[in-house]
């Protein structure tokens, strides 16, 4: 806004990823202890990233891991909590939790609440006394107040905790999208971080926020939409061959849900798509939910004209199934209880070049039926390496032994997978691939539980941890309950199986490069790899 304000939604986008930040921080045991605008980034994708951490320290003992008591009276003045200004010893988690009230608190009016939280200034004293009516707490929505009061509160052992700021409503609601702050413009007047050895007595500048640039709302906005990025989902056969998943920009209005409790055995999916007719602007929104590895019920909405109507609709679903916003996915936050998002690679590029090399493939195989193999120009022993490393059906069966049915997608779909497996794998990894974020999420959640295993806390915890794990790397069990993950041998195996699935998406990304169809057909993967190889004698 032209006060040096955000839109409600905007600093809704940046402040659940600051929340989420300071909850890794803090898992880790770690303080900042010097949150500010200046120390937040904003990548080129529109993530937040936290910086500067100099002044940062650990509040667990890294030893017993216990919490102990912070001394050092740092930070920068405006974001300081009142415990820190008292200079006595204060939990690290508090003072965070407190500066990130007085970001929000910024980013939603454009100035600061008080120089300090200090009984010696008078907006905080009348902050204290419960005195609301007055800038800049008058120009804030009450949704949003509320969640401030329970921030912004003196004494640290009542203070808003992590989890509860991510439960607040404010956070599950949807706004409609909106430009994001552009990279090049500061809205935060400099601000000299102190030391232990400042005083505090310096402390009377002036605290309002620069207003020399402001972000201005955002007048005409162009949409660009795609057909055919992602497929329709096969169980719509209504739709198929008749309309397309509807992208808008950066938008894939596709989405795949799940959720895994090892001990209730639920292992349900969530489909959400928005479908465009092919020959006129008619919606709809297709639903289909039920048993990991099942077809599931499903429901079609028809929304005739109104493509605002579906897309709220969709977003509407994807928020009550995740209390997540779908235009911030990428920010994505788990809530107990709710669906997880598999987040899915779109890349148009890959899917294209596949189908493109696969008829490549397809016209070399014609010429060489009339044609001889020629000779391979290989050591033998480097031709039997060559063999192993391209032979798609044992790829094939290392996935199947572990469970990770490529052929089912394990999220229900069996259909368009019948032919060959490099077509019933892609159908997984292409048509709706899971993205590497994804299968880092996976080796997180296994992470977790090796702590769990190495020191034999088998508690809720633990079964939480397996829960998240089935939940980011579907498996197929059929109507079997998913096993726990209670030992290293089967941890192993778990490890096994996400290597296996990242080493066989670059086997097929080589084996899909050009070929020469006048090589002999070892030779030719041995070119792809791009790689010399020696016998060792």
């Known amino acids: 806004e032209r006060d040096g304000s955000l839109l409600e939604g905007v600093a809704q986008h940046y402040f659940k990823q600051l929340i989420t930040g300071m909850a890794y921080l803090h898992s880790l045991g770690v303080a900042h202890r010097d949150l500010k605008p200046e120390n937040l980034l904003i990548a080129n994708n529109d993530i937040l990233k936290i910086c500067d951490f100099g002044l940062s320290a650990f509040f667990r003992d890294r030893t017993t891991n216990e919490k102990q008591m912070l001394t050092t009276y740092c930070g920068t003045k405006p974001y300081i909590s009142p415990e820190m200004l008292s200079k006595t010893p204060y939990h690290g988690e508090p003072v965070d939790i407190w500066s990130c009230g007085i970001i929000l608190t910024a980013m939603l009016t454009g100035v600061f609440p008080w120089a300090e939280a200090s009984d010696q200034i008078p907006e905080y004293k009348r902050w204290l006394d419960g005195d609301y009516n007055n800038s800049p707490w008058e120009n804030i929505d009450s949704i949003i107040f509320n969640l401030l009061r329970v921030i912004l509160i003196d004494n640290p052992t009542r203070r808003a905790k992590i989890v509860d700021i991510q439960n607040h409503q404010w956070l599950s609601k949807i706004y409609p999208k909106v430009a994001k702050l552009p990279l090049n413009v500061s809205t935060i007047s400099n601000k000299r971080s102190i030391d232990n050895d400042e005083s505090i007595e310096n402390n009377k500048k002036k605290h309002n926020i620069s207003k020399s640039t402001s972000i201005e709302k955002s007048t005409m906005r162009t949409v660009t939409t795609v057909v055919g990025k992602v497929p329709v989902d096969s169980e719509c056969v209504s739709m198929l061959g008749n309309a397309h998943v509807y992208c808008e920009n950066n938008d894939v209005f596709d989405c795949m849900l799940n959720q895994t409790n090892v001990g209730n055995n639920n292992k349900n999916f969530y489909l959400i798509q928005l ?34 109507e579906a897309k709220r609709f969709f977003c509407q679903k994807f928020s009550d199934k995740t209390k997540n916003d779908f235009y911030y996915r990428h920010t994505f936050t788990k809530y107990p209880g709710k669906y997880d998002y598999v987040q899915l690679d779109y890349n148009p590029s890959t899917s294209e070049k596949v189908d493109e090399n696969n008829k490549k493939r397809l016209v070399a195989i014609e010429q060489l039926k009339s044609l001889p193999a020629p000779e391979s120009k290989l050591d033998k022993r480097i031709q039997k390496l060559i063999q192993l490393i391209c032979n798609i059906q044992a790829m094939e069966e290392a996935l199947l032994e572990m469970k990770f049915d490529a052929r089912k997608n394990s999220l229900g779909n069996k259909k368009n997978a019948k032919k060959l497996f490099s077509y019933r794998f892609y159908y997984y990894f292409f048509l709706g691939k899971l993205s590497s974020t994804q299968i880092k999420a996976g080796y997180a959640a296994l992470k977790e539980i090796e702590t ?25 069990f059929g109507r079997n309950t998913p096993p726990l993950i209670e030992t290293i041998q089967q941890l192993k195996h778990e490890i096994e199986l996400l290597e296996t699935l990242d080493n066989i998406e670059i086997a097929f990304t080589t084996l899909n490069t050009d070929t020469t169809i006048c090589l002999n057909p070892i030779d030719q993967h041995y070119e792809q790899l791009k790689c010399k190889l020696y016998p060792i004698e």
Do not use: M
């Open 275 to 308: 479908l465009e007719e092919n020959n006129c602007k008619t919606y709809y929104v297709w639903l289909r939910w039920g048993r990991v590895g099942c077809n599931g019920q499903n429901n079609l909405e028809h929304f005739g004209c109104d493509l605002d």
């Open 452 to 476: 769990y295993i190495k020191t034999k806390q088998f508690n809720s915890a633990f079964i939480e941890a397996n829960n998240t794990y089935y939940t980011r790397i579907p498996h197929e």
